[in-house]
Nanobody, 123 residues
Framework: QVQFVESGGALVQPGGSLRLSCTAS????????IGWFRQAPGKEREPISC????????FVADSVVGRFTIARDNAKNTVSLQMNALRPEDTAVYFC????????????????WGQGTQVTVSS
């Protein structure tokens, strides 16, 4: 059974930083793309950043460019999301997801999902 486990979510003040981790129960090399998505209350799930497992090519949403960085560590079967300069509008449940095909950004194209981790940005 495919499993992804997210960790690192927390309550943080505006301007603060968090590092989220997504750990796969199998090798990340079993997938071609892994992404981070988020969903705020009352809003649709949106892509934040995705990475090609093979070559490290990335997608980063305009709303987080220059603040969030995605990285993969295939040796540790993890994909991380470093989040800096956090804003209240970044508050959401953050999910990692994977697919066995090329990197795309549509959440419906990712069949394998973690349970999510809550990020709250508030003073």
């Amino acid at each position: 059974q495919v499993q992804f486990v997210e960790s690192g979510g927390a309550l943080v003040q505006p301007g603060g930083s968090l590092r989220l981790s997504c750990t796969a129960s199998s090798s990340t090399m079993d997938y071609r793309a892994i992404g981070w998505f988020r969903q705020a209350p009352g809003k649709e799930r949106e892509p934040i950043s995705c990475i090609s497992v093979e070559d490290g090519r990335t997608f980063v949403a305009d709303s987080v460019v220059g603040r969030f960085t995605i990285a993969r560590d295939n040796a540790k079967n993890t994909v991380s999301l470093q989040m800096n300069a956090l804003r209240p509008e970044d508050t959401a449940v953050y999910f990692c997801a994977a697919r066995r095909s090329i990197l795309v950004t549509m959440s419906y194209a990712y069949p394998y999902w973690g349970q999510g981790t809550q990020v709250t940005v508030s003073s």
